[in-house]
């Protein structure tokens, strides 16, 4: 069952126009330069190298089987921030979905980053999954926040886990919420993911 609402149109906080769909196998090239024209700084907390055009057809063709549901945001064709929500069809996390979300330098607190997890959220609840995690970097607040508006908690700590530009060692949070807690919070912020909604 395709997401119900995309595409649709999203006005930020300072009124800017966005357009949140979900990805298509033809914006593939439009995605993976949006990847590759992040900051070292940003792609080095990320799993994988995404300038690579292996790391592009992995995703796609995960995208095609519905291992993966992208959402992109877009500003006249170009995309300016991408969330997506990760699933297994099979084996014993088949209930748990996570969420990824990248946001571009320059379209950061405009309220974009909570608007993608929010609509993601709604999309892991509508598929039936259970429980819902992310994984944010112990310096990367404005993520934490967002997923903390969102319910999330904090599950586990993996200590010295990621190293940054610097060589700076740092924690791996592992936000999670059951979807049994998180409903009313959702529907507390329906608006966010209404089209014509707020950000």
Request: contains cysteine; aromatic residues 8%.
């Amino acid at each position: 069952m395709a997401p119900q609402g995309y595409p649709h149109t999203l006005a930020l906080r300072d009124g800017t126009k966005i357009q949140i769909a979900i990805l298509k196998q033809e914006e593939g090239k439009a995605l993976h330069a949006f990847y590759r024209a992040l900051p070292e700084e940003d792609r080095m907390v990320l799993k994988e190298d995404v300038r690579l055009a292996a790391w592009s057809e992995r995703f796609l063709a995960k995208v095609a089987e519905g291992s993966i549901i992208c959402l992109v945001a877009t500003v006249e064709g170009e995309v300016v921030a991408e969330g997506s929500l990760y699933r297994t069809f099979h084996g014993w996390t088949r209930h748990v979905g996570e969420v990824r979300l990248t946001v571009g330098p320059a379209w950061r607190r405009k309220g974009l980053g909570r608007a993608l997890a929010t609509g993601l959220v709604k999309i892991a609840t509508d598929l039936g999954i259970e429980k819902i995690i992310a994984r944010v970097v112990e310096n990367q607040v404005a993520a934490f926040h967002i997923f903390q508006r969102l319910g999330f908690m904090k599950e586990a700590v993996l200590h010295r886990h990621v190293t940054d530009l610097s060589g700076t060692k740092r924690d791996l949070l592992i936000l999670a919420n059951d979807v049994s807690q998180i409903w009313s919070t959702m529907e507390a912020m329906v608006m966010d993911f209404e089209p014509g909604g707020g950000a």
